[in-house]
């Protein structure tokens, strides 16, 4: 795993490597204080991988996960490149989300939790409306998990997709006689 950019939050950071890593803090604080792009565990399974990687980006930091072998079979021209082309994605582009309403309920504040960093104690009421820029990549998973637990959010730059044939039942709609 490749930590190629932190979020704003080096506390969170800190706390989602020591998560990921299943290391001590000042372990986490050193590979955190590392320049990017830094390797912050060169080790993982993909599905490790997948899970770091998205409570990264749920801290607004940006990974890749490129497999070990690969990595070291690589010139660091390559690698630098390769980084420069993947921070210039449109999926890792800030967007503004804003959040509308999180329900007070169990699964609105792990949403909060996970995505806004705010405990459940720091949850506001109703009236709640949070505008903030994110990378593309969370606005659309926050926009995702929203949809399942009655969060609102708003993010204009996630286009809803056309329907497509096969989204609505077909009926008929009389006789063509």
Known sequence: MILLRKGSDDER???????????TEFKARFLAGLPMPAIINPGMTEGEALFGQFELICGDAIS??????????????????LYAKILQSPEFQPVKI???????TESGQKFAKQFLN???????GDGFRCSILVPFKKARIMKHWAERIEVQVECTAIQE??????DY????????S
């Open 98 to 104: 804003e959040v509308v309403k999180i329900p007070p």
């Open 64 to 81: 890749v996960f490129i497999r070990s072998e690969v990595l070291s079979a690589q010139p660091d021209d390559y690698l630098d490149a």
């Open 13 to 23: 950071l800190v706390d989602t490597i020591r998560q990921i890593n299943a290391c």
């Open 118 to 124: 705010l405990p459940a104690s720091k949850l506001p």
């Open 169 to 176: 039942p077909l009926e008929p709609i009389g006789s063509l």
């Open 161 to 166: 997709p056309e329907p497509q044939i096969g």
